[in-house]
């Protein structure tokens, strides 16, 4: 529970006589008014044990504040970014162009940013705080919609520069929707990667409204995401995914029923913690591009070299997540709140030293397949979605 108080009038206290009795019943009443709402207006929110490592995570705010900052300063000189040099935004002509020139923004007008990140998130107020930003929030629930205000108050953010998206669109599923009838958005910030270490639903279904949602120059953060992987050997992986042999069932015979509904995708994973073997060197695995869909495929072939003997059992993996050219965010670093996601082979791979393993990789709707093979065998496959 986190607790957000507004004060009120304060209370004083004035003890006459021994400076260290003082002292005490001072300490005492401090404590007592403890959790106490005499003069005060509470309010409290409820936060996910996710959501507050997301508030700790000074490098995501940070990396988003300079690429926003960087964006806007572009787009007020009157620059384009590259979402408007190529003719890649998935946005067809009559989508795009004819609507842009009909809404231009001059320049005492404020720019546009909507944040459509999942649970709570104070990137809308962060955008606000730029200067001559209208930033909408599309946190759903009130208490969070309180807190934000408050958050704005305290840190000097006008009533008029913070608004709430869902209390402006008529119906839900309608959520990227035109800022006005007559204006775009300069950026639209979406939740790409889940805090389980996956790619979030109907992610590129959002990228292509939005892209249709730019003003010139306008783009969507982040831009592009990168999956990395490598291989490994890890029992505990196993131990986890399926009922191995009958031992551990005192001989009962019912790993072939069991393992028939078992998921081969692990989430929520610590790499850095997680008992295992490095087969491999990082690899890149696949990219999804939220600006430029043409850029895009749908499978991709890897070939992995191995760097130590053993059974590969699983290939773990996580992002790049690019919000431009130069700022990027790793969903793997010490430092992130997000977690990784490993899928673990129906059958493990002998490897040596120097073997080669090709990785089928394939994307369709909101899943990614990754294939293993070795020697044009077909071994193993696993989805993440």
Request: aromatic share 6%; net charge negative.
């Amino acid at each position: 529970m986190v607790s957000l108080v507004r004060a009120g009038d304060g209370m004083e206290t004035e003890l006459d006589g021994d400076p260290s009795l003082s002292s005490e019943a001072e300490l005492c009443s401090a404590l007592a008014c403890l959790q106490t709402t005499q003069g005060r207006d509470q309010q409290k929110c409820m936060l996910e044990s996710s959501e507050i490592a997301l508030l700790n995570n000074v490098k995501y705010h940070d990396s988003f504040k300079t690429a926003l900052s960087k964006l806007l300063s572009s787009i007020r000189a009157g620059g384009k970014s590259e979402s408007t040099v190529l003719d890649g935004t998935g946005c067809s002509a009559d989508c795009g162009n004819s609507q842009r020139q009909d809404c231009p923004n001059t320049a005492s007008d404020p720019l546009y940013v909507l944040d459509v990140s999942e649970g709570f998130s104070i990137l809308s107020l962060i955008a606000a705080k730029l200067g001559s930003v209208k930033a909408y929030s599309s946190v759903e629930k009130e208490q969070h919609q309180t807190v934000l205000k408050i958050l704005a108050e305290t840190n000097g953010v006008s009533e008029e520069m913070l608004e709430f998206w869902l209390n402006h669109v008529e119906d839900d599923s309608a959520l990227l929707q035109r800022p006005t009838t007559d204006k775009m958005w300069s950026a639209v910030i979406l939740d790409c990667v889940e805090t389980c270490g996956l790619i979030r639903q109907e992610l590129m279904e959002k990228a292509a409204l939005a892209r249709c949602l730019l003003e010139p120059g306008g783009r969507i953060f982040p831009g592009r995401i990168v999956m990395y992987g490598m291989l490994v050997e890890s029992e505990t992986l196993l131990q986890e995914s399926a009922v191995q042999g009958t031992e551990p069932t005192l001989g009962l015979n019912i790993g072939p029923f069991i393992n028939q509904f078992t998921v081969p995708v692990h989430v929520f994973l610590d790499i850095n913690t997680l008992p295992c073997v490095h087969l491999s060197q990082t690899v890149e695995l696949f990219t999804l591009d939220l600006m430029y869909p043409n850029a895009n495929y749908n499978s991709r072939e890897v070939k992995v070299q191995t760097c130590s003997s053993g059974r590969v059992t699983a290939i773990p993996f996580w992002y790049q997540v690019h919000l431009d050219d130069e700022i990027s965010l790793s969903t793997f670093s010490e430092d992130s709140h997000w977690k990784q996601a490993a899928v673990v082979l129906d059958e493990a791979i002998e490897v040596k030293a120097g073997d080669l393993l090709l990785l089928n990789i394939q994307q369709h709707k909101n899943s990614m397949s990754i294939t293993a093979k070795k020697g044009g065998e077909h071994t193993a496959t696993g989805s993440a979605d």
